[in-house]
């Protein structure tokens, strides 16, 4: 099905034939959400003329906010997935302290995806570093 590549994905990946399917691919349907979401939160703030608000802020204006930045940080993220990735609903954003890298924030994302007639439970790790670079793993 279409729901499983966005539509720059598709434009990008031309087939010759479409191969026609009855079912979707629930594992290329998350690899497709993450690419989209690196996409987003790897985007700043006003880049985008149409859509001022699209990304995230620049790291300088997040750090600003300081003791409460980690829970900025956190309503930004949940903000953008569920503004920007329609195939995600029920989006929980939870940060986890890591210890071991002080510059870093992780977070732990989970929401629910529908995928034909059945609705997924999907989460993911995202780390945001000094620079401000947003890598998602699932």
Do not use: W
């Not at 890298?101 to 059945?118: E, P, W």
Request: glycine letters at 2%.
């Amino acid at each position: 099905m279409f729901r499983d590549r966005t539509l720059l994905e598709r434009l990008s990946q031309a087939r010759t034939r479409p191969a026609r399917t009855m079912t979707e691919d629930p594992n290329a349907l998350l690899k497709s959400v993450i690419r989209n979401l690196a996409r987003i939160l790897n985007s700043r703030q006003g880049q985008a003329p149409a859509q001022m608000d699209f990304g995230i802020p620049a790291p300088s204006e997040i750090t600003q906010a300081f003791p409460d930045s980690v829970d900025r940080m956190q309503r930004i993220i949940r903000r953008c997935i569920e503004k920007y990735e329609p195939r995600l609903h029920s989006v929980n954003v939870i940060y986890v302290e890591n210890e071991d890298d002080q510059l870093t924030l992780r977070f732990q994302v989970t929401a629910k995806v529908q995928a034909s007639q059945q609705q997924h439970s999907v989460f993911f790790d995202t780390l945001v570093n000094s620079t401000g670079h947003v890598n998602l793993t699932s």
